[in-house]
């Protein structure tokens, strides 16, 4: 598994490379850093979660604290349970071209099925830009119908059949189109591209940003080179019909009769940079 | 203008028996009640017994054991875009097995309480710190989801807009048939009425339902039960959407002034259940 690992951040290296920086892209600004206001700001944060179990969305100081933890079903030994979410979104997600988070993840739990060959997936911390659908301009589309739209996003995550030392996750970027008004159904666009790996306890920075002049979103670890993210103009046909800039728990627990696998993180976001113009005062 | 619980009950069932409902008869033998939930056995919820859902936009959500309690915070901000409004946001411990769920006994504490509302768009920021619902029959009326369920709602209500040195809670209780698919509005069939109960003091919220004798019960702590009864025609089935859930919601009024402000922070103690409803440990 190891050499998996390895292989996967060499073949990483050879398709991230530095992206220059576009004459037209704004300067990064500090959307969030929990320093207005004593709880979460309505008028920069609207957040909501899927059915699970302990969860939080809590400000203690200069950080959020946010916890999800969700167990798997029991009536089966095949497939996961779905994905399950504890999301906190920007409120002017089309306003935003770059996001970039500072994240800790502090602790992460994600258990496994012997019998199940589908691993549990914990995505520890993950943050997401919706912003185009390949639909024609014109077709009518319902609200928060995800059908078309392109997802970016860098996940932070740890497979329960994992041979990687305790607490340390994988980060990868990726785009993707959802292809039904769920996002249960997604075709892979480009990626996953991984990016390197962190450890609980370890700020780390995520960064992500939509470059439509060059037809690509570009995502980056820390100080690490831009990976691309290549979509073709197509992809492009018009704005996302449900439009989101996200930082997220995701858990994806597999099935299994014998006790319900778990996956459970709990995470701290530090400051959230945007383009300066998205910036709420 | 709020009537001791039986007494109000009597009142409505009086006037109920109109509609082809009649006082309840005395005590009949349900099955007994034990422990479902005491939050002892693991530090985790027990997915065998619990799911959770989340409801709306909110800001601020927490639920989790700590010391033997399952403690639900929500919290959520109102919009500032107008003075006409409101929005709610809900968070649900859900029971695992309502089809089991005859009777549950839920033993609660408010352990904060924050309500700040709008003076331009009054009456509509509130706190509903608890809300005991048991799903029981359908009525087989024309519809589709959950048109026609029967439930048993008791509803803990906090002062809208703001709280005083003496603000108490409101707990109402009905047997509620629900008029929409997802039953997010509800007519009421009976009423078991209202009674107080301090916003610091834990208090107990107690339905059953005694299907032999078409009647359920509603009951407050140390406020003895009352009997709902209802016409035996009315239970065509079984309620489409079986469920058996304890909620906080907040609603908070839109305000171009400043943001309206719901918060609550529930603790959860023992849950009962009638025993052939319990899930051991895992």
Redesign the interface.
């Known amino acids: 598994m190891r050499d998996i690992t390895f292989s996967l951040l060499l073949v990483s290296m050879l398709v991230t490379r530095p992206a220059p920086r576009p004459a037209s892209a704004e300067d990064l600004a500090t959307y969030e850093d929990w320093s207005t206001a004593a709880?979460?700001?309505?008028?920069r944060?609207?957040?909501?979660?899927?059915?699970?179990?302990?969860?939080?969305?809590?400000?203690h100081g200069s950080t959020l604290a946010m916890?999800y933890?969700r167990?798997g079903l029991?009536f089966s030994d095949t497939g996961s349970t779905g994905f399950f979410s504890n999301r906190l979104g920007l409120r002017n997600p089309v306003s935003v071209t770059q996001l970039e988070a500072d994240l800790e993840v502090r602790d992460l739990i994600v258990t496994g099925c012997m019998a199940n060959p589908t691993a549990s997936i914990a995505r520890a911390a993950a943050i997401d830009l919706n912003r185009m659908s390949d639909l024609p301009p014109g077709t009518p589309s319902a609200p928060g119908d995800l059908t078309g739209d392109h997802i970016a996003r860098i996940e932070v995550r740890r497979l329960s059949d994992s041979m990687d030392p305790d607490g340390v996750m994988e980060v990868r970027a990726l785009l993707f189109r959802s292809d039904n008004p769920g996002g249960t159904l997604t075709t892979l666009v480009a990626g996953p591209i991984i990016l390197g790996q962190v450890a609980t306890r370890q700020v780390f920075q995520l960064r992500l940003s939509w470059n439509p002049e060059s037809n690509e979103f570009r995502a980056a670890l820390n100080d690490g080179p831009n990976a691309s993210l290549a979509y073709t103009p197509a992809s492009n046909a018009r704005p996302a019909n449900s439009p989101f800039a996200t930082i997220r728990i995701q858990h994806l627990p597999a099935n299994c009769t014998a006790?319900?696998t778990?996956g459970?993180a709990e995470i701290a976001v530090h400051a959230v940079r945007t383009n300066a113009s998205a910036v709420i005062p | 203008m709020k009537r001791p619980f039986a007494q109000a009950g009597w009142i409505s069932l009086l006037a109920a028996g109109l509609a082809g409902l009649v006082p309840a008869p005395a005590a009949v033998a349900l099955e007994p009640v034990a422990v479902y939930e005491s939050w002892r056995g693991s530090s985790?919820?027990n997915?065998?017994r619990?799911?959770?859902?989340?409801d709306?936009?909110?800001?601020?959500?927490?639920?989790?054991?700590q010391g033997h309690r399952l403690h639900m915070?929500h919290?959520?901000?109102?919009?500032?875009a107008s003075n006409a409004g409101a929005t709610t946001g809900v968070q649900a411990l859900l029971a695992q097995n309502p089809l089991s769920i005859e009777r549950i006994e839920v033993d609660l504490q408010v352990h904060n309480l924050e309500v700040s509302g709008c003076a331009a768009n009054p009456g509509t920021t509130v706190v509903r710190p608890a809300r005991l619902a048991l799903a029981t029959f359908n009525d087989g009326g024309v519809g589709v989801g959950q048109i026609g369920d029967h439930v048993i709602l008791i509803l803990v209500s906090a002062p809208a807009d703001a709280l005083e040195a003496g603000s108490v809670l409101t707990v109402e209780g009905d047997l509620a048939r629900c008029v929409t698919a997802d039953c997010g509005a509800t007519v009421s069939i009976a009423s078991a009425g209202t009674v107080t109960v301090p916003v610091s003091k834990p208090f107990t919220l107690r339905a059953a339902w005694d299907r032999a004798n078409h009647q359920v019960f509603i009951g407050v702590s140390d406020h003895p039960d009352v009997a709902l009864r209802y016409d035996a025609a009315l239970d065509a089935a079984r309620a489409r959407v079986p469920f058996a859930a304890l909620r906080t919601a907040v609603t908070t009024a839109n305000c171009t002034a400043a943001?309206t402000v719901a918060d609550v922070e529930l603790a959860v103690r023992e849950v009962r259940t009638n025993v052939s409803a319990i899930i051991p440990d895992?």
């Open positions: 709880t979460i700001r309505a008028d944060w609207a957040a909501s979660s899927d059915l699970g179990h302990e969860r939080r969305r809590e400000l916890r933890r167990e029991t006790g319900p778990v459970d | 985790t919820l997915s065998h619990w799911l959770v859902r989340e709306g936009q909110n800001q601020e959500i927490a639920l989790g054991i915070r919290r959520r901000e109102g919009g500032g943001p895992r």
